[in-house]
């Protein structure tokens, strides 16, 4: 597994909103919207999970189990 950045996951979810066309909705051009989503993007570098992430082709089955979270007797 990769190692998750923030930063990364941010500009995927800001290029996503970009196809689907949010900037319209704001009235600013692609360019422009991501200037105002800018700032944003700093406070999301320091931030990490607990965990790697998961794969491109799913979630671990021991996340989706509950074993992480689960006490055993």
């Known amino acids: 597994m990769t190692a ?3 930063v990364d996951e941010f500009d995927r979810q800001v290029q996503r909103l970009i196809a689907l066309d949010y900037p319209a909705l704001t009235g600013l051009p692609p360019d422009g ?3 105002l989503l800018a700032p944003l993007r700093a ?3 320091p931030w990490a999970p607990p965990r790697p992430s998961p794969p ?5 089955s021991s996340w989706w189990s509950g074993a ?3 006490r055993r007797p």
């Open 4 to 6: 998750f950045r923030a």
């Open 33 to 35: 919207f991501r200037a």
């Open 43 to 45: 406070d999301a570098a």
């Open 56 to 60: 491109r082709d799913g979630c671990p």
């Open 68 to 70: 992480s979270w689960r």
